[in-house]
Nanobody, 125 residues
């Protein structure tokens, strides 16, 4: 199985930026799909973005289009989430996830096989 470790979270003022990293180790495959989700207190885990590891296709939630960018560095087995113009309502724990097989519903948590422990992002007003 793939182990995932997120980093890069922290405290930022509204309108600021953060870049999250997700490092993968263990058994990895070039065709893994990678996703980012977030979960605020009292709310369900929410899809943010996803990218095919080998194909390069990207997907974004409507709420983050134009502000967030998902990218990857295959040599480092790492996926990134660049977050710009952050809003207070986006305060949440951010998780990365990996899927070994092709998935059609990138926004569903059940599509993914492995999850990281999460990193806290706090956006102040």
């Amino acid at each position: 199985q793939v182990q995932l470790v997120e980093s890069g979270g922290g405290l930022v003022q509204a309108g600021g930026s953060l870049r999250l990293s997700c490092a993968a180790s263990g058994r990895t495959f070039s065709n893994y799909a990678m996703g980012w989700f977030r979960q605020a207190p009292g709310k369900e885990r929410e899809f943010v973005s996803a990218r095919s590891w080998s194909g390069g296709s990207t997907y974004y939630a409507d709420s983050v289009k134009g502000r967030f960018t998902i990218s990857r560095d295959n040599a480092k087995n790492t996926v990134y989430l660049q977050m710009n113009s952050l809003k207070p309502e986006e305060t949440a724990i951010y998780y990365c996830a990996a899927a070994r097989f092709y998935i059609s519903d990138y926004e569903k948590t059940g599509s993914y096989d492995s999850w990281g422990q999460g990193t806290q992002v706090t956006v102040s007003s």
